[in-house]
């Protein structure tokens, strides 16, 4: 399976901006649904955005609709998540992950995940 690696959280005013990156390794993302989700403490993980095979389709979680832009580079190895006006519930583990199947949103079809990375938006 590919493997994945996420970074660029990190600490933000409510109001402020952060991009994260998801490397690929063994494989690229033109193989996958990509896709991010988050976790904060004591709540279920939450799908946030997705990114389909064909780079074509993207589907956003109703929050985050219209802040956050979920993309990939041109050889398909890194995926990206803009998040643009933050606010403090946003603020979770950001985790990506890659599903060889099916479209889907559901964390139990992904299977391939990153370690995550911290975003606290602070108020």
């Known amino acids: 399976q590919v493997r994945l690696a996420e970074s660029g959280g990190g600490l933000v005013q409510a109001g402020g901006s952060l991009r994260l990156s998801c490397a690929a390794s063994?494989?690229?993302?033109?193989?996958?649904?990509g896709a991010w989700f988050r976790q904060a403490p004591g709540k279920e993980r939450e799908f946030v955005a997705g990114?389909?095979?064909?780079?074509?389709?993207?589907h956003y979680e109703n929050s985050v609709k219209g802040r956050f832009t979920i993309s990939s580079d041109s050889g398909k190895r890194t995926l990206y998540l803009e998040m643009n006006n933050l606010k403090p519930e946003d603020t979770a583990m950001y985790y990506c992950?890659?599903?060889?199947?099916?479209?889907?949103?559901?964390?139990?079809?992904?299977?391939?995940w990153g370690q995550g990375t911290q975003v606290t938006v602070s108020s």
């Open positions: 990114l389909s095979k064909s780079s074509i389709i993207k």
């Open positions: 063994g494989d690229v993302f033109g193989n996958y649904h």
């Open positions: 992950a890659a599903n060889s199947a099916a479209w889907s949103t559901l964390p139990s079809d992904f299977g391939s």
